[in-house]
């Protein structure tokens, strides 16, 4: 017979939760990394603001830089990783 109700065609329940938490779990852990590398990124740009004038109270140039940074790339990896995680802690507890 080619494969019953969990044969090599349809893997069974258990299979599959297993095979998405892996799934899950690396995009977590390479969502996390990416948005470390950003946020390193964007406290850079921002440190190095402070360190180019004299007068700590003025702007220099990569304060709106970091900002935008944070705001567009910074946020919405942040978003993702969270939900990533939340599937992948999800998906744990619904093993049996």
Excluded: H
């Excluded at 095979?19 to 964007?42: P, R």
């Excluded at 990569?62 to 990896?77: D, Q, S, T, Y």
Aim: net charge positive; no cysteine.
């Amino acid at each position: 017979m080619a494969g019953g109700p969990t044969g090599p065609l349809r893997p069974a329940p258990q299979r599959r939760l297993s095979t998405l938490s892996g799934i899950l779990l690396g995009l977590a852990v390479l969502a996390s990394a990416g948005f470390v590398v950003v946020l390193g990124v964007v406290i850079f740009l921002f440190v190095s603001g402070y360190s180019g004038p004299n007068d700590p109270t003025s702007f220099g140039g990569l304060f709106p830089l970091a900002i935008g940074l944070f705001l567009l790339a910074g946020v919405p990896a942040g978003m993702l990783t969270a939900v990533l995680w939340a599937g992948f802690a999800f998906s744990l507890r619904r093993r049996p």
